[in-house]
């Protein structure tokens, strides 16, 4: 694993590296059923959630899982990163946890008679932040220079984070006691949001039978390194979004907007962590191109949890039952043209 000086500066190497040229897409592809069928023996029966986890890694974003306690966040959190070999950090969110706490502090080097800077645990190529909401706003907007612009300001000075980076944030419902509600400017810095909703049957009784003795974290082991999950990322980042797919992703962003359900449609950031989503997931599926079915797919866990509904949606109001975000954002799907050529990937 990537570790950091003890007197860290600015720019170092370890943290600041070049852009990896992609790799030929049967090797993308052996290695990303490899990845997912090793964070399978950890998470039985939850494939689609897997899978959206590998399509925000490899589109360099962040993802926020949402669901109850106990039905494994945090277990696929940390399948997800213990399946590459880098550098890997935990922050346990809490209401008394302070934004130094996460990005790091300046201390006085009394030998040196000068500052020199601690990192904090955001500097790693994947962050897992444990129930996020349970700390202050004041603390989640620690991560938001972070996750946007890949940096940490501190006492005036900026220092890069590493590469790839990635927030992988775990959350329990807002309605369950000691949460704060995620600021909109937060949950717009996460490209989707995932529920991991209960096992089956089957998988819970194989659950009992595998987790009596041990863990299968501790039997995980990782698939690719850093360098390798560079190269996917670039793999991902060189899929061909024709112009047509661009002003479909533009024309679902810009429908959200308009729609008389919202009060806040997508942002512009949405709409670009739309398609590098797609882009992703084309890879994904073998493809070098994305088509209009990757956008449609991906809608409703990039674009739900940054809009905010009208007082109507999922209340019945004198006898009006409105929409759930679920339903907007399909209803608004089905409803916006798919441009000429769109389907071809020209």
């Not at 302070?98 to 994947?126: C, H, W, Y």
């Not at 959350?171 to 909703?197: C, H, K, V, W």
């Not at 009596?212 to 501790?218: G, V």
């Not at 975000?325 to 916006?336: D, G, K, N, P, Q």
């Amino acid at each position: 694993m990537n570790s950091f000086p003890a007197k860290f500066e600015p720019g170092h190497a370890e943290v600041s590296l070049p852009v990896a040229d992609p790799m030929p897409i049967e090797r993308f592809l052996e290695l990303s059923a490899e990845i997912v069928s090793t964070i399978e023996t950890v998470i039985d029966g939850k494939r689609e959630a897997i899978q959206i986890a590998l399509t925000v890694l490899l589109a360099e974003g962040h993802l926020l899982i949402e669901d109850v306690p106990g039905v494994g966040k945090t277990m696929l959190a940390r399948a997800l990163a213990r399946s590459v070999d880098c550098s890997v950090s935990r922050i346990q969110f809490t209401p008394d946890l302070l934004p130094a706490d996460i990005t790091g502090v300046s201390v006085f080097n009394q030998s040196d008679r000068e500052f020199e800077f601690k990192p904090g645990p955001v500097f790693a190529n994947i962050v897992i932040g444990d129930e996020i909401n349970r700390a202050s706003p004041k603390t989640q907007s620690a991560l938001l220079e972070s996750m946007e612009e890949r940096q940490v300001t501190v006492d005036g000075k900026t220092y890069l984070l590493a590469n790839p980076f990635t927030v992988v944030a775990t959350q329990n419902p807002i309605e369950m006691e000691g949460t704060y509600a995620l600021p909109e400017a937060q949950r717009d810095r996460f490209m989707a949001r995932i529920s991991m909703g209960y096992p089956d049957p089957a998988s819970e009784i194989e659950m009992l039978r595998t987790r009596a003795t041990s863990s299968p974290l501790d039997a995980l082991k990782p698939v690719i390194g850093a360098t390798e999950l560079r190269s996917m990322i670039a793999t991902a980042r060189a899929v061909y979004a024709s112009p047509a797919v661009e002003q479909y992703a533009v024309a679902i962003a810009q429908a959200t907007r308009r729609d008389s359900e919202l009060r806040l449609g997508a942002s512009p950031r949405a709409t670009l962590q739309l398609l590098r989503a797609a882009k992703a997931r084309a890879a994904l599926d073998g493809r070098e191109f994305v088509l209009p079915d990757d956008i449609n797919a991906l809608a409703i866990t990039v674009l739900s949890h940054r809009l905010i509904p009208s007082g109507r949606v999922g209340v019945t109001v004198g006898g009006y039952s409105g929409e759930t975000l679920a339903e907007i954002i399909s209803r608004i799907v089905a409803e916006t043209p798919v441009p000429l050529g769109a389907r071809h990937g020209d």
